[in-house]
């Protein structure tokens, strides 16, 4: 059974996007992170292709800095709000995406039950917001737990 990490998120994610976009996976990262990326934090980062790779294959951590300004309160609702506006318009099924992001931090036995329940409150998710909000609070969960 797949870990819910960062890689299997960011995979999930990408499986749904519309092949129309041709979004390449640094491109994808410029969108989620797009709040660090225009914050005074970021000013000396720079992605590098290689490091975005070894993201995407569980191979390295998503850098410190992008973890840490994420899993501060104000910044969470900022990467909700990158979601909702630029990954859920690319993917041509934001509910399949949500089910198996559901389905992955469900079966997780890495995780407790009670963290998996808080994380997964209220589902199924109707609207954007609801969705966004459910993919934000997993990512700020892994990053919280790597800090």
């Not at 909700?80 to 036995?109: A, Q």
Request: aromatic letters at 12%; one cysteine or more.
């Amino acid at each position: 059974m797949k870990r819910c990490d960062f890689c299997s998120i960011a995979n999930i994610i990408m499986k749904y996007i519309k092949s129309s976009k041709n979004i390449s996976q640094p491109d994808l990262m410029f969108l989620l992170f797009d709040n660090f990326l225009r914050s005074d934090v970021s000013a000396d980062f720079s992605f590098d292709n290689g490091l975005i790779c070894r993201w995407l294959k569980g191979t390295s951590r998503v850098s410190p800095q992008i973890s840490g300004y994420y899993s501060e309160n104000q910044h969470k609702e900022a990467m909700s709000i990158d979601i909702e506006n630029n990954i859920l318009p690319i993917m041509y099924d934001t509910d399949m995406t949500v089910n198996d992001l559901y389905r992955l931090i469900i079966y997780d036995t890495t995780v407790s039950e009670q963290k998996r329940k808080e994380l997964c409150k209220k589902y199924p998710y109707k609207t954007d917001k609801e969705k966004s909000d459910f993919i934000s609070r997993l990512l700020c969960f892994l990053w919280k737990e790597l800090l």
